[in-house]
């Protein structure tokens, strides 16, 4: 059975977030006022129906998706792109595999203890982020 992913989590560490937003081709001022940031994630998780919010006081993010639904993501939030999103449950793993312009673009959360790990993947480069559920 997957983990349930609701609740409120914090930002406690991020590795190689700057290299993530290059190689999606973020702009070097954006870039720069991402890496300051500590977003956190507020995670409401009904069946197969996940909402994931992303706050900072920059700018927030939100998909509201369906496991194993194929939808169009727009991420006018992030780098500005459409893609063709798909989500799945490897064991306890929520698996993220967007289509488009960025070869191997996705994600990963996981929950170890009350800890959420998500890694952020695309052409290449790797970026791991903890967050600590309050």
């Known amino acids: 059975m997957a983990p349930n992913l609701t609740g409120c989590w914090k930002m ?3 590795d190689n977030f700057e290299e993530y937003l290059k190689a999606l081709d973020v702009n070097i001022a954006i870039r720069k006022i ?10 409401i998780h009904e069946g197969d129906r996940i909402i994931i919010k992303t706050l900072s006081t920059f700018k927030n993010y939100s ?11 727009n991420l006018s939030g992030v780098d500005d792109r459409k893609c063709m ?49 309050t």
């Open 12 to 14: 406690i560490s991020s």
């Open 34 to 43: 991402a890496t300051l940031l500590k977003p956190d994630k507020d995670i």
């Open 63 to 73: 998909m509201d998706f369906y496991v194993g639904q194929e939808f169009e993501e």
């Open 85 to 133: 999103t798909t989500i799945t449950w490897e064991g306890n793993k929520l698996v993220c595999v967007q289509k488009g312009e960025i070869e191997g673009r996705g994600w990963t959360h996981w929950v170890e203890g009350d800890e959420l790990h998500l890694e952020l993947r695309a052409a290449g480069v790797v970026c791991k982020q903890v967050f600590k559920k």
